[in-house]
T-cell receptor, first 112, second 115 residues
């Protein structure tokens, strides 16, 4: 069964800290993996998309990596800010154009 | 391009009533997806369309749920005889490519509360 897991469920850090969010997937035959941000009561905002042939993607203070052999992806946030507080979700795509399989999310709180 | 649009943003309904949600994808996006998200969980897949054709339905989509995309543009999701367990955020997404290689764009969702 194809499953995606995110641990921890919640994380609290002081402002300015660099942090890593983890995403694990059970099936390495991934097509691509997408990281999203979700603010309370809102929809999903796409942050980064990594194709199966790529090892990492960067956007500003965000860097996402993909290691298919170990079934892991990480989202690195540099110099965290209170505005980064949100829930971060990773989603794996196995079948081209098909359904995304989501993790449960990590709720991040960055304290001033 | 205003992104994926969902209406209404919030819906409160009494148990047993029917509700319908609408999703307008990004123009020229052929693929359209519906997901459901309950509190503290990641979104769960419900169904998706390629143009007007419904290609896959989740087992979560009971016979009380129906989705349509009649002209291959906007889509509607109807829930008949709502139950309290239907309370959730309903999310719509669209994709420009058939294979999902450019990722999926989500709307702001419709929050359903069944009382």
């Amino acid at each position: 069964k194809q499953e995606v897991t995110q641990i921890p469920a919640a994380l609290s850090v002081p402002e300015g800290e660099n942090l890593v969010l983890n995403c694990s997937f059970t099936d390495s035959a991934i097509y691509n993996l997408q990281w999203f941000r979700q603010d309370p009561g809102k929809g999903l905002t796409s942050l980064l998309l990594i194709q199966s042939s790529q090892r990492e993607q960067t956007s500003g203070r965000l860097n996402a990596s993909l290691d298919k052999s170990s079934g892991r992806s990480t989202l690195y946030i540099a110099a965290s800010q209170p505005g980064d507080s949100a829930t971060y979700l990773c989603a794996a795509l196995y079948n081209q154009g098909g359904k995304l399989i989501f993790g449960q999310g990590t709720e991040l709180s960055v304290k001033p | 391009d205003t992104g994926v649009s969902q209406n209404p943003r919030h819906k409160i309904t009494k148990r047993g009533q029917n509700v319908t949600f609408r999703c307008d994808p990004i123009s020229e996006h052929n693929r359209l997806y519906w997901y459901r998200q309950t509190l503290g969980q990641g979104p769960e897949f419900l169904t998706y369309f390629q143009n007007e054709a419904q290609l896959e339905k989740s087992r979560l989509l009971s016979d009380r749920f129906s989705a349509e995309r009649p002209k291959g543009s906007f889509s509607t999701l109807e829930i008949q005889r709502t139950e309290q367990g239907d309370s959730a955020m309903y999310l719509c997404a669209s994709s420009p490519r058939w294979d999902g290689a450019d990722g999926y764009t989500f709307g702001s969702g419709t929050r359903l509360t069944v009382v």
